[in-house]
């Protein structure tokens, strides 16, 4: 029981629930970051060209904020001092990412896809912690937190939308995907649905072919739940190790889906070929066996020298860092 080692013991204290929730958040980041075995992943012995590691550092440390925000939310929403429309969270997307900008120089966003899975959750998280007794030193219900973090996603408004379309905007090119359709970008959702009430988990199912990130939103977390954390406790619970588990992680992600980052930068014949690679790591074994070892260094080596640009697995990456992030929860530890 990995909370048998945790000295722990507030009860009932919100600020306390604020901060172990954004704590969480952060370390969940930055512990996948830190993992150099992750192929095609950054990592501070594999910088990209445009963003370097005080720039995912710097944008995990501004994690803290609106994660610590959100948490009293849904605290507040447990304890019926707000309503689930009442979260923001569209605003605190747009906010966060803003924010997260004036702590480095790079152009480009390094928590982006983080944010839209950390966020959702949080509510979801900090809201059970509220209902099961405000105990950070206890594990907490996780079909709970993905039923209550679906009411948050159901409940939101029409104006969380039109912020997390701004944010979109201002942080990803115009398509998700490449489409035929010129309209097909984050305006088409609002446009659709001009003048009319709707939600983030509307939103979010309308782009769900075409993004794994909102497939998850608008699923129950599914891939999280169902796939990356069940890995990551199997294999933790083999060998008490938490890089070997967030490798496996992330490449049995990589097997069961193709990844939608990769499809949207380098074409889906290449996400087909590195999920096609990442099947052949599973099926020998993957970081439990030599030959596992041997064709993740391989897949490696094909992800960043066979293009121009890295060929980063990211939506794999931000399914794994939610995983770390209710694991951490949870009580595990690296």
Same mark, same amino acid.
Request: hydrophobic share 40%; glycine share 6%.
């Given at each position: 029981?990995?909370?048998?080692?945790?000295?722990?013991?507030?009860?009932?204290?919100v600020?306390?629930v604020?901060l172990?929730?954004a704590q969480?958040a952060?370390?969940?980041?930055?512990?996948?970051? #830190? =993992?150099?075995?992750k192929?095609g992943? @950054?990592?501070?012995?594999?910088e990209?060209q445009?963003?370097?590691? +005080?720039? *995912? /550092?710097?944008g995990?440390?501004?994690?803290f904020?609106?994660?610590?925000?959100?948490?009293?939310?849904?605290?507040?929403?447990?304890?019926?001092?707000?309503w689930?429309?009442?979260a923001?969270?569209g605003y605190?997307?747009?906010?966060?990412?803003?924010?997260?900008q004036?702590?480095?120089?790079?152009?480009?966003?390094t928590?982006?896809?983080?944010?839209?899975m950390?966020t959702?959750?949080?509510l979801g998280?900090a809201n059970?912690? #509220? =209902?099961?007794?405000?105990k950070?030193n @206890?594990?907490?219900n996780l079909?709970?937190?993905?039923?209550?973090? +679906?009411q *948050? /996603?159901?409940?939101?408004?029409?104006d969380?939308?039109?912020?997390l379309?701004?944010?979109?905007n201002?942080?990803?090119?115009?398509?998700?995907?490449?489409?035929?359709?010129e309209?097909?970008?984050?305006?088409?959702f609002?446009?659709i649905?001009?003048l009319?009430r709707?939600?983030?988990?509307?939103?979010?199912?309308?782009y769900?072919?075409?993004?794994?990130?909102?497939?998850?939103?608008?699923?129950?977390?599914?891939?999280?739940?169902?796939?990356?954390?069940?890995t990551?406790?199997?294999?933790?619970?083999?060998?008490?190790?938490?890089?070997t588990?967030?490798?496996q992680?992330?490449?049995?992600?990589m097997?069961e889906k193709?990844?939608?980052?990769i499809?949207k930068?380098f074409?889906?014949?290449?996400a087909?070929?590195?999920?096609?690679?990442?099947?052949e790591?599973?099926k020998?074994?993957g970081?439990?066996?030599?030959?596992?070892?041997g064709l993740?260094?391989?897949?490696?080596?094909?992800?960043?020298?066979?293009n121009?640009r890295?060929?980063?697995?990211g939506t794999a990456?931000?399914?794994?860092?939610?995983?770390?992030?209710?694991?951490l929860?949870?009580?595990?530890?690296?």
């Amino acid at each position: 029981m990995p909370f048998s080692e945790i000295s722990n013991e507030v009860k009932g204290k919100v600020l306390d629930v604020q901060l172990f929730i954004a704590q969480s958040a952060v370390l969940a980041h930055n512990l996948f970051y #830190a =993992n150099d075995t992750k192929p095609g992943g @950054a990592s501070f012995k594999n910088e990209f060209q445009d963003t370097k590691s +005080e720039h *995912f /550092l710097a944008g995990a440390s501004s994690l803290f904020s609106p994660i610590f925000g959100l948490a009293k939310r849904g605290i507040l929403v447990a304890e019926n001092h707000l309503w689930y429309e009442d979260a923001e969270i569209g605003y605190y997307i747009e906010k966060a990412l803003e924010k997260s900008q004036t702590w480095y120089k790079a152009s480009g966003n390094t928590i982006l896809g983080t944010l839209l899975m950390f966020t959702p959750i949080t509510l979801g998280i900090a809201n059970c912690f #509220a =209902n099961e007794g405000m105990k950070t030193n @206890a594990k907490i219900n996780l079909d709970n937190v993905i039923y209550v973090t +679906e009411q *948050f /996603l159901k409940n939101s408004t029409t104006d969380d939308c039109i912020y997390l379309t701004k944010a979109l905007n201002k942080s990803v090119s115009k398509n998700i995907l490449p489409s035929e359709k010129e309209e097909d970008n984050f305006n088409s959702f609002l446009e659709i649905h001009n003048l009319e009430r709707t939600n983030l988990f509307e939103f979010t199912k309308f782009y769900e072919e075409r993004d794994l990130v909102f497939y998850e939103l608008s699923h129950k977390y599914q891939t999280t739940m169902k796939i990356g954390f069940p890995t990551f406790l199997r294999c933790y619970e083999e060998d008490q190790n938490f890089k070997t588990a967030t490798t496996q992680t992330y490449i049995t992600l990589m097997s069961e889906k193709k990844d939608t980052h990769i499809a949207k930068r380098f074409g889906n014949e290449v996400a087909s070929k590195v999920n096609i690679k990442a099947k052949e790591i599973i099926k020998a074994g993957g970081v439990f066996t030599q030959d596992g070892l041997g064709l993740i260094t391989e897949l490696n080596e094909f992800l960043t020298t066979s293009n121009k640009r890295v060929i980063n697995p990211g939506t794999a990456a931000d399914i794994t860092a939610t995983t770390i992030f209710l694991a951490l929860i949870q009580g595990y530890r690296p």
